[in-house]
C-alpha cells in the first residue's frame, strides 16, 4: 500500500469515528450541533474535599467535546428526581432554570450505561447571567468554570465547585483538551467552528 493510500485510509477510519461519535453523543444530547474535540480514552476522578483526595469514578470511555445549538433560546433544564435512570451524569447536585451550555463534555461510558458530562459555559456567559438576572442568580448562584493541568489529569471546577479529575491516556491529547476548554472558557461563544 502507497503512502496516499494509507493516508487515506486513516482519514475515513477517522471521519467514520467522528460520524459514529456524533451519531452517539446525539443520542444523549440531541443539541449537539458539531464535535471539536474526540479521544479515544479517558477516565473520570472527583476530588474529595473531606478526605483530600481523588476518587476513581466508574467512568472510562471515549471522550468528546462537542459545540450545542442554542438557536432555539434558552431552555429549561429538565427536572431531575432522585430516578437515577436520568441521564446526567456527575454525582452532584443536578443545575435547575435556563440551559446555558454552549459546549459539551461526555465520557461514553464502556463500563456501564451510565455517561458522564459536564455543560461547559464561557466566563463571559455566567458574567451576563450575575448581571442581567440577578434574582435567578440569586436562587441558583454559578460560578465562573476551572481548568488546570496537574501531573497526568486536567482538572475542572464546575459551575457548583464540584472538582472532577480527567485522566487521558496521551500526553499530547491532554494539551489539545487543556487548551480546548481554556479557549472556550475565555472567548464568547461560537455559532461555528467550520
Known sequence: ???????????????????LNFNVIGRYD???????FHTPHASIYKWDFGKDEWNKL??????????????????????QDNDSSQQHYSSGEPLRGPDIYNY????????????????IVPDSVIKQRKTSNSAEDQQNPLH??????????????NLKHEVYGIWIHTAADRQNI???ITY???????ESFA
Open 178 to 180: 487543556y487548551e480546548l
Open 30 to 36: 440531541p443539541k449537539i450541533k458539531q464535535l471539536l
Open 104 to 119: 459539551g463534555l461526555i465520557v461514553l461510558n464502556r463500563i456501564n450505561p451510565e455517561n458522564f458530562s459536564i455543560g
Open 144 to 157: 465562573l468554570m476551572g481548568i488546570e493541568v496537574k501531573d497526568d489529569l486536567i482538572i475542572i471546577k
Open 58 to 79: 466508574d467512568y472510562q470511555g471515549v471522550l468528546a467535546i462537542y459545540l450545542r445549538d442554542l438557536t432555539a433560546g434558552p431552555t429549561k433544564l429538565p427536572k
Open 1 to 19: 500500500m502507497t503512502a496516499s493510500k494509507e493516508a487515506e485510509s486513516s482519514n475515513a477510519l477517522e471521519f467514520y469515528r467522528k460520524a
Open 184 to 190: 472556550l472558557l475565555k472567548n464568547d461563544p461560537k
